[in-house]
């Protein structure tokens, strides 16, 4: 294996499958059979996954709600998308602890450094709830924090789509992939791998980012076996 510990940020509205709103269990089951490939491969698997199949903090700002209330909201959604995609890898067999960046102990633990590198180092898949613990950041913020926390090798973007491209491939089919390119290449073409917060946090601690696609079986296992699939972005 290329890689021996990740971050894995996966997106909630990736979780509606072809539903349009909450968890559709087909998509679930799936991302967890991708999850469990790897994990079987001894490779030490963070997860932080976003709420936006339940509620968004912005959506909630732009209909009037308080930010802060909002953010919170979103926030409690990732922990139940988290606390699914627990129940699903247990499911499978997998040791799978949840943590949580807000207090809630009757669901999960609080978030710190040591204790999910202590969870990993025994053979659990940890996921990593409840965002940054603060309004005003987004789950890519959140991954990319814990990623840096964990001392990840790479932050993994699972998406809809099998990388980075000179412009968005659905709207442009004359779209060029980029195999790799560097933050500051990324940032001065204006490329959207990250929210800013996010993009400078990585760029700032030398984390790379691969983005590439979930949806596809296989690749998750193949990415880790370092085969080219996707685009990384690295110093």
């Known amino acids: 294996m290329k890689y021996k510990r990740v971050l894995l940020k996966l997106s909630g509205e990736a979780l509606m499958g072809e539903q349009q709103f909450g968890i559709d269990s087909k998509r679930l089951d799936a991302y967890a059979c991708e999850i469990e490939k790897a994990a079987r491969q001894s490779v030490q698997i963070a997860i932080v996954i976003g709420g936006g199949n339940i509620f968004r903090g912005l959506q909630g700002a732009s209909q009037g709600m308080d930010r802060v209330q909002g953010d919170y909201m979103g926030m409690l959604a990732t922990v139940i998308n988290s606390m699914a995609l627990q129940s699903s890898l247990k499911s499978k067999g997998l040791k799978a602890a949840l943590l949580s960046g807000i207090q809630i102990d009757r669901?999960?633990?609080?978030?710190?450094?040591?204790?999910?590198?202590?969870?990993?180092?025994?053979?659990?898949?940890?996921?990593?709830?409840?965002?940054?613990?603060?309004?005003?950041?987004?789950?890519?913020?959140?991954?990319?924090?814990?990623?840096?926390?964990?001392?990840?090798?790479?932050?993994?973007?699972?998406?809809?789509?099998?990388?980075?491209?000179?412009?968005?491939?659905?709207?442009?089919?004359?779209?060029?992939?980029?195999?790799?390119?560097?933050?500051?290449?990324?940032?001065?073409?204006?490329?959207?791998?990250?929210?800013?917060?996010?993009?400078?946090?990585?760029?700032?601690?030398?984390?790379?980012?691969?983005?590439?696609?979930?949806?596809?079986?296989?690749?998750?296992?193949?990415?880790?076996?370092?085969?080219?699939?996707?685009?990384?972005?690295?110093s």
């Open 107 to 234: 669901i999960a633990d609080s978030m710190s450094a040591s204790k999910a590198i202590d969870l990993l180092e025994s053979g659990h898949v940890v996921i990593i709830s409840g965002g940054t613990g603060n309004p005003f950041f987004t789950t890519d913020t959140a991954a990319a924090l814990r990623g840096v926390e964990i001392q990840a090798e790479v932050l993994l973007k699972g998406t809809r789509v099998d990388g980075i491209y000179t412009a968005d491939p659905e709207k442009n089919p004359s779209a060029v992939k980029y195999d790799h390119i560097t933050f500051e290449e990324a940032y001065s073409k204006q490329l959207k791998v990250m929210d800013l917060t996010a993009f400078t946090l990585c760029s700032e601690n030398k984390l790379p980012i691969l983005v590439f696609d979930m949806n596809k079986s296989g690749n998750l296992l193949a990415v880790l076996n370092g085969e080219p699939i996707g685009t990384i972005v690295s």
